[in-house]
């Protein structure tokens, strides 16, 4: 029987009990595969998590990130021989207009500085403008590490334990990426309460911890199907 399915069963044996079946239409569209305790307290859209959202002109995010070459990501296409290691990444945005951030990349590490301009879509962060030759090869692990969370998070979603994200196919199975816990973490930036939003291919998980508020993932540990690290990184 299916998550949904589930939910449905139970729907039954709860309308016997007076409660509200708006409380299961609420769990099915939100994807929820959690306890079924859970559904007696529904997420609202006060809980709601958007890529980029919350961010305003002359916001600046720092993070501390590894990012290893050959990326192969199972959410993205992106690929080829870039990383940066043991770097830091400070980007500051910038109103270009009512739909774009103009953000400038600072990107730090033991032998190099780079400083490059893009422009974004205040709609998901997406690329909305051309990249400059010489940035290309800095800003392609940052776009396949911190700025993953787009070919994840490809709409709003819930920070609730049990929401589904997103799911991709490997093999013949389905593999999915959701919150499965919420607990504190410490980053350079302070202590945060996070949610965990989690998936398994091959014999490692990856973590991304969100928060409310936050418009980008405060902290990750992502895998490969051949359990390399493809990136780690943290608030600063």
């Known amino acids: 029987m299916s998550p949904k399915q589930r939910i449905l069963f139970a729907s039954g044996l709860f309308a016997s009990f007076g409660v509200s079946v708006s409380i299961i239409i609420i769990a099915i569209g939100g994807g929820f595969s959690a306890p079924i305790s859970t559904l007696f307290h529904p997420p609202t859209p006060a809980d ?4 980029g ?3 305003r002109d002359g916001t600046i995010l720092k993070y501390s990130l590894t990012s290893i070459g050959s990326h192969s990501s199972p959410w993205s296409s992106l690929g080829g021989p870039s990383s940066l290691i043991n770097a830091t990444v400070a980007m500051s ?3 270009e207009n009512e739909n774009k951030w103009n953000v400038t990349f600072s990107i730090k590490n033991a032998t190099t500085t780079k400083v490059g301009s893009i422009l974004l879509s205040k709609q998901q962060l997406t690329n909305a403008g051309p990249i ?3 940035f290309v090869l800095f800003y392609v692990p940052i776009e396949s590490s911190l700025l993953e969370i787009r070919d994840i998070a490809l709409q709003p979603e819930y920070l609730a334990i049990g929401a589904e994200w997103n799911s991709i196919d490997v093999g013949l199975s389905t593999i999915s990426a959701k919150i499965v816990t919420q607990e504190k973490i410490q980053t350079h930036a302070g202590i945060f309460d996070a949610f965990v939003l989690s998936y398994k291919i091959g014999d ?3 973590r991304i911890w969100l928060a409310k508020d936050i418009p980008l993932p405060l902290k990750a540990e992502v895998y490969n199907a051949h359990n390399q690290l493809q990136y780690d990184y943290s608030l600063f």
């Open 53 to 55: 959202e919350n961010i």
């Open 204 to 206: 490692k998980t990856s």
């Open 93 to 95: 945005f910038h109103e």
């Open 132 to 134: 400059g030759k010489d």
């Open 48 to 51: 709601v998590w958007t890529v």
